[in-house]
C-alpha cells in the first residue's frame, strides 16, 4: 500500500495551486488527473482583470488576492524554470460614448485604471470612440499547467469515485491510501456522489487562436478578449452559452467571434485553433472549499470560475492553513453555507 496524506483529483488551476501549496507545506500529495483535453483551464486565456462590469467596479478581494497571485506564479516561475506570468496593459476598445464616459467617471476609484497618454494600435484596430487602459495580467496556463505536472506523482488514470473506500483513519483507493482526498474536478463535480447535491452552473465557453500582425505585448478587450500567446499567435474569445448540447466547438460560435474579430481588425488574420470548454461555477458564483459534513475525509477544491488565475492561489493558501492548522476558512469561500444540502 503506498501511504500519502493528500490524493487529489484534477490538476487544472485549482489542483495545481493547492497541489503546490500543500507540497510546500511539506505534504505527501498524489494527483489524479487523466489530461483530458478541451477542460477549462487548458483553453482558457488565463486573464487576470482588477475591474468588472460596466461600472469597472474593483474585483472581489481584489487587493487581497493579486499580491499573492504575483508572488506564487513568480515562485513556480522560479522553481519550474519557466515564464508564464504576464503583467500586461488591458487595451479596453470603448464601443460607445456610454463606455468610454463611465470609464473616466470610475477613474478617481481604482489605481489600476488610467487613460492613455499617446493613442496605440491606430493601424491594427478600428476605435472611434477611444481606448482606456486597465493594468491586468495573464497565465500562460499551457506552459504553467504541464510543467508543474512534471513535478507531481502522478496518476494518469481517470479517477473513479466509486471505488474510494472511506476508512477511519481516512480513504485508500486501489494500492493508495491517504489522510483525505480532494476533488478539483471543475465540470466534472455535478456527478460527484459527495458534492453533487450542490447546485452547479456550468457554462459554455468557445475562443479561436488567430494570427494576425498585431505586434503587440497588449490584452485587447472590445466585446471579445485578445491576448498575446507565445508562439505570436492570440487567444480571441470568449463566448458564454448557458444552454448547449456538448462540449464541442459549434460553427454558430465561431462566426459570432470572427464577426467581432472583423468589427476590430483592420488587419487579415488566419484561424489556427477553435476551442472550447464547459466552465465550473458554483451557485453563488463563489469558490467552493472545504471537507464534506459527514465525511471529512472527502473535501473539494473548486468553483473559481472566470477569476481561477488570480483567485485559485489565495483560496488554496487559505484551504491549506485550515488543513494543516485548523485556521477558519473565510465564510464566503467555505463549503458550511451548504451544508443542508450535503447532510
Request: aromatic share 10%.
Amino acid at each position: 500500500m503506498q501511504m500519502y496524506d493528500y490524493m487529489l483529483v484534477g490538476q487544472g488551476i485549482s489542483g495545481t495551486m493547492l497541489s503546490w501549496f500543500l507540497q510546500k507545506a511539506g505534504k505527501r500529495v498524489l494527483m489524479y488527473d487523466d489530461a483530458r483535453p478541451g477542460t477549462a483551464s487548458r483553453t482558457a486565456s488565463g486573464i487576470i482583470n482588477p475591474v468588472s462590469g460596466r461600472k469597472f467596479e474593483l474585483a472581489w478581494l481584489y487587493e487581497t488576492i493579486y499580491p499573492l497571485a504575483v508572488r506564487t506564479y513568480r515562485e513556480m516561475e522560479a522553481e519550474l524554470g519557466i515564464s508564464c506570468f504576464h503583467e500586461r496593459d488591458i487595451w479596453n476598445v470603448w464601443p460607445s460614448a456610454q463606455m468610454r464616459d463611465a470609464f473616466a467617471a470610475a477613474l478617481p476609484a481604482t489605481p489600476y485604471m488610467q487613460q492613455p497618454e499617446a493613442p496605440r494600435h491606430e493601424a491594427t484596430l478600428h476605435q472611434p470612440f477611444g481606448a482606456g487602459i486597465v493594468k491586468g495580467a495573464n497565465v500562460q496556463l499551457n506552459t504553467l499547467l504541464p510543467a508543474w505536472r512534471q513535478r507531481l506523482h502522478l496518476r494518469t488514470e481517470r479517477f473513479n469515485a466509486a471505488a474510494l473506500n472511506i476508512t477511519e483513519q481516512g480513504v485508500r483507493y486501489g494500492d493508495v491510501s491517504a489522510a483525505a482526498v480532494i476533488f478539483c474536478e471543475g465540470v466534472d463535480s455535478p456527478s460527484n456522489p459527495w458534492f453533487g447535491k450542490l447546485k452547479f452552473l456550468p457554462n459554455k465557453g468557445e475562443a479561436l487562436v488567430i494570427r494576425a500582425a498585431l505586434h503587440t505585448r497588449d490584452i485587447i478587450k472590445k466585446g471579445i478578449t485578445l491576448v498575446p500567446l507565445e508562439d505570436g499567435t492570440y487567444w480571441a474569445g470568449a463566448t458564454f452559452s448557458w444552454d448547449y448540447a456538448d462540449a464541442a466547438p459549434t460553427a454558430e460560435k465561431r462566426a459570432e467571434i470572427e464577426e467581432s474579430l472583423r468589427q476590430l481588425l483592420k488587419v487579415p488574420y488566419t484561424v489556427e485553433a477553435h476551442l472550447s470548454a464547459i466552465r465550473p461555477s458554483g451557485p453563488d458564483r463563489r469558490p467552493l472549499v472545504g471537507m464534506h459534513p459527514r465525511f471529512p475525509q472527502v473535501g473539494i477544491f473548486n468553483g473559481m470560475g472566470s477569476k481561477g488565475c488570480s483567485l485559485a492561489p489565495w483560496a488554496a493558501e487559505q484551504f491549506v492553513r485550515h488543513l494543516l492548522e485548523a485556521t477558519p476558512l473565510p465564510p464566503e469561500i467555505d463549503i458550511k453555507r451548504y451544508f443542508n444540502a450535503l447532510r
